[in-house]
T-cell receptor, first 112, second 115 residues
Framework: GENVEQHPSTLSVQEGDSAVIKCTYS??????FPWYKQELGKRPQLIID?????GEKKDQRIAVTLNKTAKHFSLHITETQPEDSAVYFCAPNSGGYQKVTFGTGTKLQVIP | EPEVTQTPSHQVTQMGQEVILRCVPI?????FYWYRQILGQKVEFLVS????????KSEIFDDQFSVERPDGSNFTLKIRSTKLEDSAMYFC?????????????FGEGSRLTVL
């Protein structure tokens, strides 16, 4: 099955600094690469996604970059704010009805 | 905005009892999922469901678990003979199924506590 790992598992940054989280996957059939944010006690929610025909996508302070050859994609958050503190999960998949495996998760703490 | 809804939000049960967790996916979505999240851990896939049958299931989803879509709107997860280690948050999710988006929409979750 799909092996999905994230690094680092925890990340602490000062408010205003940048944060980068990397997701590596094993299934070469994956063509949809989302990042979900899960605040404490809440459900996971999509924050940004990218398809395999695109190398980078940006939405205000967040961006995702994809290296399909190397089978990894990364979440970039610039100018971090305390409300960015959460657990972030990647979930690469092929978009069909098959299972969607979530990554191991990265707990981001933004220190005011 | 349409949402996935789950009931109950919290259920406490005695070990060995059966529980049913209910979900109403977004109405035009075609693919449905159950996930489990033990406190502080990753979101674990349990089962996917499409066209009124299970499309894939994980090793966790053994004979103790079953899913059903009894009436075209509800999507239920039944856990028989609950064990202490079944205590977790259970999330239902759905997605539309077109090629343009693979976004999973999650419900707020059902927290199961087995005593």
């Amino acid at each position: 099955g799909e092996n999905v790992e994230q690094h680092p598992s925890t990340l602490s940054v000062q408010e205003g600094d940048s944060a980068v989280i990397k997701c590596t996957y094993s299934d070469s059939a994956s063509n949809y690469f989302p990042w979900y944010k899960q605040e404490l006690g809440k459900r996971p929610q999509l924050i940004i996604d990218i398809r395999s025909n695109v190398g980078e996508k940006k939405d205000q302070r967040i961006a995702v970059t994809l290296n399909k050859t190397a089978k990894h994609f990364s979440l970039h958050i610039t100018e971090t704010q305390p409300e960015d503190s959460a657990v972030y999960f990647c979930a690469p998949n092929s978009g069909g009805y098959q299972k969607v495996t979530f990554g191991t998760g990265t707990k981001l703490q933004v220190i005011p | 905005e349409p949402e996935v809804t789950q009931t109950p939000s919290h259920q406490v049960t005695q070990m060995g009892q059966e529980v049913i967790l209910r979900c109403v996916p977004i109405s035009n979505h075609l693919y449905f999922y159950w996930y489990r999240q033990i406190l502080g851990q990753k979101v674990e896939f349990l089962v996917s469901f499409y066209n009124n049958e299970i499309s894939e299931k994980s090793e966790i989803f053994d004979d103790q678990f079953s899913v059903e879509r009894p009436d075209g709107s509800n999507f239920t997860l039944k856990i028989r003979s609950t064990k202490l280690e079944d205590s977790a948050m259970y999330f239902c999710a759905s997605r539309i199924g077109t090629l343009n988006t693979g976004e999973l929409f999650f419900g707020e979750g059902s927290r199961l506590t087995v005593l």
